[in-house]
């Protein structure tokens, strides 16, 4: 059963069933994944978070209660991936376009599950190691939100 649903603004090639292992790794709920560009998510980040400037990944869980997502079966939230940061995170770093994709998606689905690298007491990056290494991926990203 497919959880997400994807949509692509972009070119970038999306191996949607390896995120698919990947999110079913994590939930059974349904996720919006949406891919685009520098410009689209630096506007939401500047409407979201009142940061002006493109990020790699943002994050958006349902605001409804989780028992009430347990209920009527709706979804966990929406994942938007800058498609720009993909290609040049994965150049600079030297793996895949898809191994960056798939770091920024866990790291997101991470947050749409209630984990918060920014007050946490190193919770989620033990998360994110762990399905890293589940999922034989780059360690890149472990070194990156220990930077930030």
Same mark, same amino acid.
């Given at each position: 059963m497919k959880?997400?649903?994807?949509?692509?603004?972009?070119? #970038?090639?999306?191996? !949607?069933?390896?995120l698919?292992? !990947?999110?079913?790794? #994590?939930?059974?709920?349904? !996720?919006? #994944?949406i891919i685009t560009d520098n410009k689209t998510i630096?506007? #939401?980040n500047r409407e979201?978070?009142?940061k002006d400037k493109p990020t790699d990944v943002l994050s958006f869980p349902m605001d409804a209660p989780f028992t009430e997502q347990s209920i009527f079966g709706m979804p966990l939230g929406s994942i938007v991936i800058s498609a720009d940061f993909v290609r040049q995170k994965? &150049? &600079?770093?030297?793996h895949s376009?898809?191994?960056e994709l798939s770091l920024l998606f866990i790291h997101g689905m991470l947050h749409l599950l209630g984990f918060d690298h920014e007050t946490?007491?190193? &919770?989620?990056?033990?998360? &994110?190691?762990e399905i890293i290494e589940q999922f034989d991926l780059p360690s890149s990203l472990i070194v990156r939100t220990k930077e930030k």
């Open positions: 959880i997400i649903d994807l949509e692509n603004e972009t070119d #970038l090639p999306v191996d !949607i069933d390896a698919e292992k !990947i999110a079913q790794s #994590l939930t059974t709920k349904e !996720i919006e #994944l630096q506007e #939401l979201h978070r009142e994965a &150049e &600079e770093l030297g376009i898809q191994d946490d007491n190193g &919770e989620m990056r033990a998360r &994110e190691k």
